[in-house]
Nanobody, 125 residues
Framework: QVQLVESGGGLVEAGGSLRLSCTTS????????MGWFRQAPGKEREFVAA????????YYTNSLKDRFTISGDNAKNTVYLEMNSLKPEDTAVYYC??????????????????WGQGRQVTVSS
């Protein structure tokens, strides 16, 4: 079975930092691109960042690329999302996702095949 196990996140004051981790199998990590999405209450799921197989290229939503960093650790089959200078509006459930095929963009949730369970990120002001 395919598992994307998320960890990290939590509570932080505005301006602080948090890190999310998503650990999966070697097969998934080697053959899928990985992405992070978030969903705030009352809003649709929003693309945050993606990383290609092997971590060669990264992609970000424009509004977050200056504060968030996606990275991968091949040895650990883990993708990370480092979130800096957090703002209350970053509060959301953050989901890790894995996609097998590239369909022209990394932004659409429909381009991903597997999803993590989600981790809450709450930023207080």
């Amino acid at each position: 079975q395919v598992q994307l196990v998320e960890s990290g996140g939590g509570l932080v004051e505005a301006g602080g930092s948090l890190r999310l981790s998503c650990t999966t199998s070697g097969q998934i990590f080697s053959n899928y691109f990985m992405g992070w999405f978030r969903q705030a209450p009352g809003k649709e799921r929003e693309f945050v960042a993606a990383i290609t197989r092997g971590g060669g290229r990264t992609y970000y939503t424009n509004s977050l690329k200056d504060r968030f960093t996606i990275s991968g650790d091949n040895a650990k089959n883990t993708v990370y999302l480092e979130m800096n200078s957090l703002k209350p509006e970053d509060t959301a459930v953050y989901y890790c996702a894995a996609g097998r095929y590239y369909y022209g963009n990394y932004e659409s949730p429909t381009n991903y095949d597997y999803w993590g369970q989600g981790r809450q990120v709450t930023v207080s002001s």
